[in-house]
């Protein structure tokens, strides 16, 4: 492949970003806009940083029409440091959180925030997640400092379809790998967060969105670089931020406006899921996705090849044709197995309809 071509990076996390986005780097690499510098050597105080820093949050505000009495923060840690961080942030109010768990990551966040007070699983945990139960089922406590779930959970392909109802109870949210990907009533939520390095950039980065009257609160073990009204006091500089991160997420925010914004995002992201998911349907179980189709992830999409309990030997075979298509990081994660495809904002739909195409040629050559 030469070097001007482009692998298909179907990985969940860190993730393809926009080629544009790459070169405009690469063009900045070495002197930001000819300072004789690369942002890396800059001060996170100086004013090219500053710039950055307050252009990130704008363009997070503005795509997700975030209101005035919420703050945009930046914080590291990445998503497991972001679940403790949670949890000191916010549990002090009555010591209990409600959380739902309903796969990988929603589960280590419940994990991690038993260190820090009384967290009660809202429904037991799932034998076999790719379902979401009926709210009906649930039991939420209406004392409790707030009420916990992931978005949408990228080992297992579960994505919620709706916002649940808390009777008041602040909602924390786990937006990770869908963050970007559609229209998000940010005024229902009390803190959404999200790790950049699947929509949105490179890791290195958390951004943190949360409402005014939920700061001020943080346990007196709450290290000083989670403590989100500090971080926010000193405007996400409170520490050396991870500025190249930054750097490089607020110029895939300045792309995901020029290319239509979220909404655009959303229309494109319910393209390529429906494709892939129609290939997978239509294929007579050759392919098979496990999860219930109310609640089918338009991001991360797993299946099995071969029957519904997967050939494993036939998915080896289809990973390593993949890659001579130049095809990457398609196999399920090591807890789940099979096939996942991650479908994020810098994924088109022509890099899906390249897969289907792979998919149903590698169906004709080994059905048997």
């Not at 001007?4 to 405009?24: C, H, I, T, Y």
């Not at 945990?125 to 039991?139: N, Y």
């Not at 405007?235 to 300045?254: D, G, I, R, W």
């Not at 792309?255 to 319910?270: A, C, D």
Request: net charge neutral; hydrophobic share 35%.
């Amino acid at each position: 492949m030469g070097s001007s071509q482009s692998a298909l990076n179907f990985g969940a996390g860190p993730a393809k970003l926009p080629r544009e986005v790459l070169a405009e780097v690469q063009d900045e690499i070495l002197s930001y806009q000819n300072t004789g510098m690369s942002l890396m050597e800059m001060s996170h105080r100086s004013k090219e940083y500053g710039k950055i820093n307050k252009s990130a949050q704008d363009s997070i505000r503005e795509l997700l029409k975030v209101p005035d009495n919420y703050k945009i923060l930046f914080i590291q840690g990445g998503g497991l440091g972001a679940f403790a961080a949670v949890a000191m942030n916010f549990m002090s109010r009555t010591g209990k959180a409600d959380y739902a768990v309903t796969g990988t990551w929603s589960g280590k966040a419940a994990k991690e925030a038993e260190k820090y007070g009384d967290v009660n699983l809202v429904f037991p945990k799932l034998e076999k997640p790719g379902s979401i139960p009926d709210q009906s089922t649930w039991t939420l406590r209406p004392d409790a400092s707030y009420f916990y779930y992931c978005d949408n959970e990228t080992v297992d392909g579960v994505e919620f379809p709706y916002i649940p109802e808390t009777n008041g109870v602040p909602i924390v949210v786990d937006m990770s790998s869908n963050i970007m990907t559609r229209k998000v009533e940010v005024s229902k939520f009390g803190c959404i967060f999200g790790g950049a390095q699947k929509n949105i950039g490179p890791a290195g980065v958390v951004v943190v969105i949360v409402r005014d009257d939920l700061l001020g609160a943080a346990m007196k073990v709450c290290p000083t670089v989670f403590n989100f009204t500090l971080v926010h006091k000193d405007n996400s500089v409170l520490n050396t931020p991870a500025t190249f991160s930054v750097y490089v997420m607020e110029k895939v925010l300045q792309w995901i406006k020029q290319h239509g914004g979220v909404e655009n995002m959303e229309t494109q992201s319910g393209r390529k899921s429906g494709l892939l998911y129609e290939t997978i349907k239509t294929s007579g179980n050759f392919y098979s996705c496990p999860i219930n189709e109310n609640c089918r992830s338009r991001i991360n999409v797993p299946f099995r090849v071969g029957g519904p309990q997967g050939d494993e030997d036939l998915e080896a075979k289809f990973l390593e044709e993949a890659e001579k298509r130049y095809m990457y990081q398609l196999k399920g994660h090591r807890s789940v197995g099979g096939i996942r495809a991650s479908l994020y904002n810098a994924i088109t739909f022509e890099d899906v309809a390249l897969l289907v195409k792979f998919m149903k040629e590698f169906q004709a050559q080994h059905q048997k």
